[in-house]
């Protein structure tokens, strides 16, 4: 029998009880608050503190789809950033 990380177990739970999106509702999320963040930049160039919310959603929406991929011994010890220049560049083109 296999052990479960104390992550993949705790996220377990939270599946269980509903606490935590699918893989697919967060990937949904991330998607919609990512595009939400680039037409705040496209609509601020000159003012990135304008899109400061909108950039902290969309981190959490990425840190849901760690959470909810790789909830584990590995996955519950990596730290994942965005920064605005990736987005900000991804937006431009």
């Given at each position: 029998?296999q ?5 993949a ?8 009880c ?14 919609q ?13 000159n ?6 919310e909108?950039r ?21 010890n ?8 990736a987005?900000?560049?991804s937006?431009?083109?």
């Open positions: 029998m052990k479960l990380g104390a992550g177990a705790i996220f377990a739970c939270l599946a269980v509903g606490c935590v999106d699918s893989p697919m509702e967060a990937r949904q999320k991330y998607e608050s990512t595009a939400d963040y680039r037409a705040c930049l496209a609509a601020n160039q003012n990135d503190e304008a899109c400061k909108k902290n959603i969309m981190q959490t929406a990425l840190s849901a789809i760690v959470t909810t991929l790789f909830a584990g011994p590995m996955g519950s990596m730290e994942l950033s965005v920064t605005p220049n987005a900000r560049t937006a431009a083109r």
